[in-house]
Each structure stands twice: as structure tokens, then as C-alpha cells.
């Protein structure tokens, strides 16, 4: 492993070394666990996260696909139901259209269909999001997409601690897990991760940094830039709360209806389309159970509704969301 071990019983790793040695320990620690998607096993993963798990741990445990993201979801259904713990892996998110029915249709309906029968304990594994000049086929946000669908777990942690406590949890969860890792932060973002086994509660949101002007919710790689612009405007006089959401469904009410009640003020801030997305969703249950509580309008800071994320330097920085941006909205919200 590539991570400094230190003496303080934690280690110092990027958010793709956390991945990556969260996988092989669990490899390594059941015999049930096995890995299977494109160009997993001898080249080791687009982004090297399994290089060297094929020598380690052979073939019927870290599966090479082909390209058939449809029936790499469904074989490991099938490997789900029967008791073993499949990770497949969705080379981008991008590619996981053509297995939407059998995430939607099948893993998340297997439980409730089967009468608790069966449980489906599969991890889909995919990185997502952009600002790597990823363009067309390599940026896309695909959370909203699933976000309806009761039955299935999704999980977006933005810290290489949270990566290693919520991919393990995923991996013991009983039912299907939609595992995202936002790709710029793999090797952007590093921090200390306590050593040994643990997990993270699914569905618990973790409040990054207290304040009391404005709640913000997020997660994924901006989550990292409203820290970055909630820490600017400390020396304005104004304190921002910020809220990383880490599980989107299920969501923390609770975490972010005790925020909002405090501040009395909302910010959404994320990278998927403004029109439809989980801030919708989040401004929706607010307005329903804290409305009165509220001193301003809630605001979404959200990735712009176009089809698709252009190549062109100018075109991809239009659609991310700038920091100078987040601390212009948290400024603007906090005088309301």
C-alpha cells in the first residue's frame, strides 16, 4: 500500500488509496468477497485501485468483464442471492445506463419481492462526477437517477475516513449499495484514516465544520470547496455551517432539520442538475418540517440543466460550481 503509516494508530492516505486498501482488506478478510467489472483483474482498474488483487487473489475472486455492464450487474445479483458479497465495478459512471434495470428492476425489488427470502448483498461500485476534463462519456452525476428507487442504498463519502468506514459498512449491508467516488477527489483529497476494521452507520450525515449563519448541505468534491468557502468568510464575521451529507439515501433529516434550526438559513450545494436532484429533495422535506423555522428562502447552487458536460476548459468550468461562487451565495444568504 502507498499510504504513510504513522504512530497515532491512523494512516495518511488519498481517497483512492482508501478505496483501494478497503477492498483488499475485505478480500482479504472474507472469502466471500470477490471483484468483478472491466479491466479489473490484470491491469488493475482504469484508476490502478486493484492492481496486483489478480496475482493476489486469483481469478474467481477479481473477474475481468466484458463490455456488458448489464451483465455484470445481473451475474452478480445472482452471486448476491446465493450468499457470496459481490463489488462490481462500473468503469465510469457514464456506463451504468444499460444496467439500470437490473439495479432498479432487480437487486432493489429483490427483498420485497421474495417476501425477505432473499437479500441481494451487492455493492455497485462507480466513480462519478467532473472536472477532470472527462468530457461527454466520463463527468456525468448519475444520484438522482437512482434516487427513487426504494430498496437501494446510495452513498457519496468525500473523505478518505468516511471512503474506508462507509465502503466497508456497504460491504456487510444485506441489501443492494450504490457505492459513488467522485473522481476528482481520488487523488485531490487525503487525510488521516484510523487504522484496523471499523464501519460508519449508513445514513448518518457528519457535520464537517459548526457554525451559526447559514446551514450548507453537500457532498462529494464540493463538499471540499463549501469547507474551503465557509473558512474565507470566517474573516468576514460570518459562520457557516457544513454539512456533509455522505449518505443520500437514506438521508439524515434529523442532522440537517437540527442544523436549519439553528441558522435559520439553507444552501444546497451540488454537482448534479439543478432540476430533479437531491437538493430538490431536501428543500422539499425542509419546507415541509421546518418552513417556519426559516429566515430566508432556501437556495440551491446546483450543475446547470444541459445534457452533458462539454470537453472545452471554458464549457466544463461554466458547468462546476467555483468556490468564488459557494462564497458569494453563503455571503448573500447570511444577510438576508
Given at each position: 500500500?502507498?499510504?504513510?503509516?504513522?504512530?497515532?494508530?491512523?494512516?495518511?492516505?488519498?481517497?483512492?488509496?482508501?478505496?483501494?486498501?478497503?477492498?483488499?482488506?475485505?478480500?482479504?478478510?472474507?472469502?466471500?468477497?470477490?471483484?468483478?467489472?472491466?479491466?479489473?483483474?490484470?491491469?488493475?482498474?482504469?484508476?490502478?485501485?486493484?492492481?496486483?488483487?489478480?496475482?493476489?487473489?486469483?481469478?474467481?475472486?477479481?473477474?475481468?468483464?466484458?463490455?456488458?455492464?448489464?451483465?455484470?450487474?445481473?451475474?452478480?445479483?445472482?452471486?448476491?442471492?446465493?450468499?457470496?458479497?459481490?463489488?462490481?465495478?462500473?468503469?465510469?459512471?457514464?456506463?451504468?445506463?444499460?444496467?439500470?434495470?437490473?439495479?432498479?428492476?432487480?437487486?432493489?425489488?429483490?427483498?420485497?419481492?421474495?417476501?425477505?427470502?432473499?437479500?441481494?448483498?451487492?455493492?455497485?461500485?462507480?466513480?462519478?462526477?467532473?472536472?477532470?476534463?472527462?468530457?461527454?462519456?466520463?463527468?456525468?452525476?448519475?444520484?438522482?437517477?437512482?434516487?427513487?428507487?426504494?430498496?437501494?442504498?446510495?452513498?457519496?463519502?468525500?473523505?478518505?475516513?468516511?471512503?474506508?468506514?462507509?465502503?466497508?459498512?456497504?460491504?456487510?449491508?444485506?441489501?443492494?449499495?450504490?457505492?459513488?467516488?467522485?473522481?476528482?477527489?481520488?487523488?485531490?483529497?487525503?487525510?488521516e484514516v484510523p487504522c484496523g476494521y471499523y464501519t460508519i452507520p449508513?445514513?448518518?450525515?457528519?457535520?464537517?465544520?459548526?457554525?451559526?449563519?447559514?446551514?450548507?448541505?453537500?457532498?462529494?468534491?464540493?463538499?471540499?470547496?463549501?469547507?474551503?468557502?465557509?473558512?474565507?468568510?470566517?474573516?468576514?464575521?460570518?459562520?457557516?455551517?457544513?454539512?456533509?451529507?455522505?449518505?443520500?439515501?437514506?438521508?439524515?433529516?434529523?442532522?440537517?432539520?437540527?442544523?436549519?434550526?439553528?441558522?435559520?438559513?439553507?444552501?444546497?450545494?451540488?454537482?448534479?442538475?439543478?432540476?430533479?436532484?437531491?437538493?430538490?429533495?431536501?428543500?422539499?422535506?425542509v419546507a415541509e418540517e421546518a418552513l417556519f423555522d426559516l429566515d430566508?428562502?432556501?437556495?440551491?447552487?446546483?450543475?446547470?440543466?444541459?445534457?452533458?458536460?462539454?470537453?472545452?476548459?471554458?464549457?466544463?468550468?461554466?458547468?462546476?460550481?467555483?468556490?468564488?461562487?459557494?462564497?458569494?451565495?453563503?455571503?448573500?444568504?447570511?444577510?438576508?
Amino acid at each position: 500500500m502507498t499510504a504513510t503509516e504513522q504512530q497515532t494508530g491512523t494512516s495518511v492516505m488519498t481517497n483512492v488509496e482508501a478505496v483501494r486498501t478497503t477492498l483488499h482488506d475485505a478480500l482479504a478478510r472474507d472469502e466471500r468477497v470477490l471483484i468483478m467489472g472491466e479491466d479489473v483483474g490484470s491491469r488493475g482498474n482504469v484508476f490502478l485501485i486493484t492492481k496486483g488483487f489478480f496475482e493476489e487473489f486469483g481469478p474467481e475472486r477479481i473477474i475481468d468483464t466484458p463490455l456488458a455492464e448489464a451483465s455484470i450487474v445481473g451475474v452478480a445479483i445472482g452471486m448476491a442471492m446465493e450468499g457470496l458479497r459481490p463489488i462490481a465495478e462500473i468503469q465510469f459512471a457514464d456506463f451504468i445506463y444499460p444496467a439500470f434495470n437490473q439495479i432498479v428492476g432487480e437487486a432493489a425489488k429483490t427483498r420485497y419481492r421474495s417476501n425477505g427470502d432473499y437479500t441481494c448483498p451487492l455493492v455497485i461500485r462507480t466513480p462519478y462526477g467532473g472536472g477532470v476534463r472527462g468530457a461527454l462519456s466520463h463527468s456525468v452525476s448519475i444520484e438522482a437517477l437512482f434516487y427513487h428507487v426504494p430498496g437501494l442504498t446510495i452513498l457519496a463519502p468525500s473523505t478518505p475516513a468516511d471512503i474506508k468506514g462507509l465502503l466497508n459498512a456497504a460491504i456487510e449491508c444485506p441489501d443492494p449499495v450504490l457505492f459513488l467516488e467522485h473522481k476528482k477527489t481520488y487523488r485531490s483529497v487525503k487525510g488521516e484514516v484510523p487504522c484496523g476494521y471499523y464501519t460508519i452507520p449508513i445514513g448518518k450525515a457528519d457535520v464537517k465544520k459548526t457554525g451559526r449563519d447559514v446551514s450548507v448541505v453537500s457532498y462529494g468534491y464540493n463538499l471540499h470547496q463549501a469547507l474551503d468557502a465557509a473558512n474565507r468568510l470566517e474573516g468576514e464575521g460570518v459562520s457557516v455551517e457544513v454539512i456533509d451529507l455522505r449518505s443520500i439515501r437514506p438521508m439524515d433529516k434529523t442532522t440537517i432539520l437540527e442544523s436549519v434550526r439553528k441558522t435559520r438559513k439553507l444552501l444546497i450545494i451540488h454537482e448534479d442538475n439543478k432540476f430533479g436532484g437531491i437538493g430538490a429533495e431536501i428543500s422539499a422535506m425542509v419546507a415541509e418540517e421546518a418552513l417556519f423555522d426559516l429566515d430566508a428562502p432556501i437556495r440551491r447552487l446546483c450543475g446547470p440543466d444541459v445534457p452533458a458536460m462539454g470537453y472545452a476548459l471554458p464549457l466544463e468550468e461554466e458547468f462546476m460550481i467555483s468556490t468564488d461562487a459557494m462564497v458569494e451565495a453563503m455571503r448573500s444568504l447570511a444577510k438576508f
